[in-house]
C-alpha cells in the first residue's frame, strides 16, 4: 500500500525556518517524481515545487523561489522541504503528492503557521 | 505561467442531477490535463487524467473532456458522497498551475 507521511509542521515566528519531511513507502521511491502542494485556510491548491526521480531537476514556483529548497533522500524513501524566511502568507496545509505528471497519491498533509 | 480559470466557483445541485466543471487554460495543453476531488479535511484525490481517462477505481459517472484550451468534467448521476471541491491542474509545463476550485453542494 502506497503511504506518505508528512511531518515538521508547527508554529513559527515570521523570518524563521521550518523543515518538512514526507515519508514514502508501498513503492519504489526512487522511480517517481515527488512534490509539495500548499493550501491557505479556505483558499485553492498551490503547486510549490517537484522534484525528478534521481533529484537532478528540481522546480520551484515564483512564490517560494530563494526561499524554499526541496531534496529528497532515496536511500531514505524520504522528501524534504526546507522552508527559510517564512512570512505570513506561508501558513497552510502542506501536502506531499506522488507523480511527475498526475499526482496520484497525496499524503494527509502537515499544517504550518507563520505568525508571531 | 499557464493561467487556469475554472467555472463555476461553487454549484448547488440535487441527488441524480448532472454537473459540469469547465477549465480554460490561457494557452493550449493538448490534453495535458487532471482532475482532483478533495472532501473537507481530507487531501486531494485524483480522478481524471489525460483529460479524459478515468483513474482506477474512481466511479464511472466522472467523466473528462476535452483538449487544447478547454476541458470539463462532468458528473453524470450526483450522488451525496460528492459533495466535495473540484480543482483542475495542468502539467503541460513548470510552473504547474491548478484551478481556483468548485464546490459542490448536494
Known amino acids: 500500500e502506497v503511504q506518505l507521511v508528512e511531518s515538521g509542521g508547527g508554529l513559527v515566528k515570521p523570518g524563521g525556518s521550518l523543515r518538512l519531511s514526507c515519508a514514502a513507502s508501498g513503492f519504489t521511491f526512487v522511480s517517481y517524481n515527488m512534490n509539495w502542494v500548499r493550501q491557505a485556510p479556505g483558499k485553492g491548491l498551490e503547486w510549490l515545487s517537484s522534484i525528478s526521480g534521481s533529484g537532478s531537476y528540481i522546480y520551484y514556483a515564483d512564490s517560494v523561489k530563494g526561499r524554499f529548497t526541496l531534496s529528497r533522500d532515496n536511500a531514505k524513501d524520504s522528501l524534504y522541504l526546507q522552508m527559510n524566511s517564512l512570512r505570513a502568507e506561508d501558513t497552510a496545509v502542506y501536502y506531499c503528492?506522488?507523480?511527475?505528471?498526475?499526482?496520484?497519491?497525496w499524503g494527509q498533509g502537515t499544517l504550518v503557521t507563520v505568525s508571531s | 505561467a499557464i493561467q487556469m480559470t475554472q467555472s463555476p466557483s461553487s454549484l448547488s445541485a440535487s441527488v441524480g442531477d448532472r454537473v459540469t466543471i469547465t477549465c480554460r487554460t490561457s494557452q493550449g495543453i493538448t490534453n495535458d490535463l487532471g482532475w482532483y476531488q478533495q472532501r473537507p479535511g481530507k487531501a486531494p484525490e485524483l480522478l481524471i487524467y489525460?483529460?479524459?481517462s478515468l483513474e482506477s477505481g474512481v466511479p464511472s459517472r466522472f467523466s473528462g473532456s476535452g483538449s487544447g484550451t478547454d476541458f470539463a468534467l462532468t458528473i453524470s448521476r450526483l450522488q451525496p458522497e460528492d459533495s466535495a471541491t473540484y480543482f483542475c491542474?495542468?502539467?503541460?509545463?513548470?510552473?504547474?498551475?491548478f484551478g481556483q476550485g468548485t464546490k459542490v453542494e448536494i
Open positions: 489525460a483529460a479524459s
Open positions: 491542474l495542468q502539467h503541460y509545463n513548470y510552473p504547474r498551475t
Open positions: 503528492a506522488r507523480g511527475e505528471n498526475y499526482f496520484d497519491y
